[in-house]
């Protein structure tokens, strides 16, 4: 049966067929936006209590890994090239062991200078000692003649003038031995200075500089320290506790502490210290719920020392720290 035109309705025939296209599309772009809403599992595992502070008052806080010693910034007394560097993140050095060596070619050739002066400022002592000698003799002589007429008055004068300034040319020399011997001393002293050694036995964290590279003593506030060190054995973690929560800390008790999204490795931790300033809070977490507006109590633990490596100086960490509250609430 051919279709006939003049019957044709486009708002009975084609409308409807249009508008069921479009609701299907609609349902389908619908459906297509809903959320998923399947369970996983977290990509790191939140902080918890675990232990025998599960079910117990506590007070949480933040912290970060530190060197018992804190961390030990090494500059240089001595600008220039370094020649050779002497370690490598993760070496562990003695008090007193060479770090790195800037050049002391300047310095070593003051040294050489220093000990030709030295060396003329002996041969000047030696020839005014030699001359003084001789000048006290004439003059002895002279002092001893019984008879005045047989030296004049004037060659007295002149034997008395040339011991005085024999004299004083022995006091000069002398006193450029002393100025060369001081000046060869202070190139030793710079030469000793070049070398910058450990400031204490502890653990080498960053290295920041390469042989060649050219140091500066001028440093900003900002600058990139050359050499990181410090006592890594033990560590020591420093934990935030908002002022909020100050009172309610048992101060004095030990911490579990935890990395970071390793809530179930958890360690006690022994009380060192609290800091006797509250200082403003850091924003550990990253988070912009984050307040920053609060200040906190930065109280010292000391880690358990371990060897598969769980805590790193800088790793942040989540701590538990009994509270008062049960004796609170026994009351």
């Given at each position: 049966?051919?279709?006939?035109?003049?019957?044709?309705?486009f708002?009975?025939?084609?409308?409807?067929?249009?508008?069921?296209?479009?609701?299907?599309?609609?349902?389908?772009?619908?459906?297509?936006?809903?959320?998923?809403?399947?369970?996983?599992?977290?990509?790191?595992?939140?902080?918890?209590?675990?232990?025998?502070?599960?079910?117990?008052?506590?007070?949480?806080?933040?912290?970060?890994?530190?060197?018992?010693?804190?961390?030990i910034?090494?500059?240089?007394?001595?600008?220039?090239?370094?020649?050779?560097?002497?370690?490598?993140?993760?070496?562990?050095?003695?008090?007193?062991?060479?770090?790195?060596?800037?050049?002391?070619?300047?310095?070593?050739?003051?040294?050489?200078?220093?000990?030709?002066?030295?060396?003329?400022?002996?041969?000047?002592?030696?020839?005014?000692?030699?001359?003084?000698?001789?000048?006290?003799?004439?003059?002895?002589?002279?002092?001893?003649?019984?008879?005045?007429?047989?030296?004049?008055?004037?060659?007295?004068?002149?034997?008395?003038?040339?011991?005085?300034?024999?004299?004083?040319?022995?006091?000069?020399a002398?006193?450029?031995?002393?100025?060369?011997?001081?000046?060869?001393?202070?190139a030793?002293?710079?030469?000793?200075?070049?070398?910058?050694?450990?400031?204490?036995?502890?653990?080498?964290?960053?290295?920041?500089?390469?042989?060649?590279?050219?140091?500066?003593?001028m440093?900003?506030?900002?600058?990139?320290?050359?050499?990181?060190?410090?006592?890594?054995?033990?560590?020591?973690?420093?934990?935030?506790?908002?002022?909020?929560e100050?009172?309610?800390m048992?101060?004095?008790?030990?911490?579990?502490?935890?990395?970071?999204?390793?809530?179930?490795?958890?360690?006690?931790?022994?009380?060192?210290?609290?800091?006797?300033?509250?200082?403003p809070?850091?924003?550990?977490?990253?988070?912009?719920?984050?307040?920053?507006?609060?200040?906190?109590?930065?109280?010292?633990?000391?880690?358990p020392?371990?060897?598969?490596?769980?805590?790193r100086?800088?790793?942040?960490?989540?701590?538990?720290?009994?509270?008062?509250?049960?004796?609170?609430?026994?009351?």
């Amino acid at each position: 049966m051919a279709l006939s035109l003049r019957n044709f309705s486009f708002s009975r025939q084609v409308l409807p067929v249009l508008a069921l296209v479009a609701l299907v599309v609609a349902a389908v772009a619908i459906w297509r936006s809903q959320p998923d809403r399947s369970l996983s599992e977290p990509t790191q595992e939140p902080p918890r209590a675990t232990g025998k502070l599960a079910n117990a008052p506590r007070v949480a806080g933040a912290g970060v890994v530190e060197p018992s010693s804190e961390v030990i910034q090494i500059g240089t007394a001595l600008s220039g090239l370094v020649t050779t560097l002497n370690v490598q993140p993760g070496d562990y050095v003695e008090q007193g062991q060479p770090l790195f060596t800037v050049d002391t070619r300047a310095i070593r050739a003051q040294l050489q200078q220093a000990g030709a002066q030295i060396a003329e400022a002996r041969a000047a002592i030696a020839e005014a000692q030699a001359a003084q000698a001789t000048a006290s003799q004439q003059l002895a002589l002279y002092r001893n003649v019984d008879d005045p007429a047989a030296v004049s008055r004037a060659e007295v004068i002149r034997a008395e003038g040339e011991a005085k300034a024999a004299g004083t040319r022995l006091q000069l020399a002398r006193a450029r031995l002393e100025a060369a011997q001081a000046a060869a001393n202070s190139a030793q002293t710079e030469i000793g200075r070049a070398t910058v050694r450990a400031p204490m036995a502890g653990e080498i964290l960053s290295v920041n500089i390469r042989p060649g590279e050219y140091l500066s003593t001028m440093g900003g506030g900002g600058s990139t320290p050359f050499i990181e060190m410090g006592q890594t054995r033990p560590l020591h973690v420093r934990i935030d506790i908002d002022e909020s929560e100050i009172a309610r800390m048992q101060m004095g008790a030990n911490a579990f502490v935890s990395p970071r999204g390793e809530a179930g490795k958890q360690v006690e931790a022994k009380f060192v210290r609290a800091e006797p300033q509250v200082v403003p809070k850091r924003s550990l977490t990253n988070s912009a719920q984050e307040r920053v507006d609060v200040r906190v109590l930065q109280v010292i633990y000391e880690l358990p020392q371990r060897d598969d490596g769980l805590f790193r100086v800088g790793l942040q960490v989540d701590a538990f720290i009994p509270a008062k509250q049960a004796a609170r609430d026994s009351e």
